[in-house]
């Protein structure tokens, strides 16, 4: 992958706000061009008014395929070219599975999943021509494992990282780069008008009720700061060894790292009974 410099273009989805928007004023402060998208345009004003000559503005629902298309034709029409695309766009549902609606199940993985992949699709031929490039998809902690109330955010995560675990594979021979990011708990929006609670089922209240609790209370008190984020990002691209996946936070190392130490004492565990289901010989 080439090294970044003035004329490396960042292509961020979900940009005004959150991890989206730190990334695109990280770009903007190191003198790369920016395309930012969001559903509504106007919400990137004040991004664009930092640099204008540096960021492109582009209403993008992530879920709407031909505005996806139009949004890569505009960019390549403008700067010919998409270094580093980061699916970014995306919220969160809170509730029991057995709490969450199939229609908003459905919308959770339209956005999460299926809008990331269109993003990508359509990048795709031009960073291949070019030979260069990343993907970055920004997961979750959650995307690594699940936790009782984040089901459906955490399904749409989940089948994120399976089909970046593909691409990345897929991809490396064309010079791309494929990168999942875990974030923990970031001071964004996401524990904000960025989450969704879904109906309550009273049986459920004791088990998931705390992470209800939990979820409203960590707004706006969370540890991780989302411009580290970005630095921390852009690092990882930069190097030699860029990981696959890119856990941010101390509580995402930890909840990896933890996840990782029982998966791997349940395979032990069970070994026997595992390889003791082969035709006999």
């Not at 490396?172 to 974030?183: C, H, Q, R, S, Y």
């Amino acid at each position: 992958m080439k090294k970044f410099d003035n004329s490396t273009v960042w292509f961020i989805t979900g940009a005004s706000s959150g991890f989206g928007k730190s990334l695109a004023q990280h770009a903007i402060e190191k003198g790369y061009k920016v395309v930012a998208t969001a559903r509504r345009q106007e919400k990137l004003k004040e991004l664009q008014a930092t640099a204008p000559d540096q960021v492109l503005p582009l209403q993008m629902d992530v879920t709407q395929r031909k505005e996806v298309k139009q949004a890569i034709e505009k960019t390549i029409a403008h700067w010919g070219k998409i270094d580093v695309l980061i699916n970014n766009a995306g919220y969160g549902i809170v509730g029991a599975l057995e709490e969450t609606p199939e229609d908003e199940l459905r919308k959770q993985m339209e956005t999460n999943f299926f809008g990331a992949v269109a993003v990508t699709q359509e990048a795709l031929p031009h960073m291949r021509k070019e030979r260069s490039g990343a993907v970055v998809n920004m997961s979750s902690m959650g995307g690594n494992m699940s936790f009782g109330g984040f089901g459906a955010y955490s399904a749409s995560k989940f089948a994120l990282e399976g089909a970046s675990e593909a691409l990345a594979q897929e991809v490396a021979p064309f010079g791309i780069k494929t990168m999942i990011v875990e974030p923990g708990a970031f001071r964004t929006e996401f524990a904000g008008e960025a989450l969704k609670h879904m109906p309550k089922i009273d049986a459920y209240d004791e088990i998931v009720g705390g992470t209800r609790d939990f979820a409203k209370g960590m707004h706006n008190t969370q540890e991780g700061d989302p411009k580290k984020a970005a630095e921390a990002i852009e690092q990882a691209l930069l190097s030699d060894n860029t990981p696959l996946r890119l856990q941010l936070g101390k509580d995402s190392v930890d909840a990896v790292k933890a996840h990782g130490e029982q998966l791997l004492e349940d395979l032990e565990s069970w070994r026997q009974v595992a390889e003791n289901t082969s035709f006999a010989s």
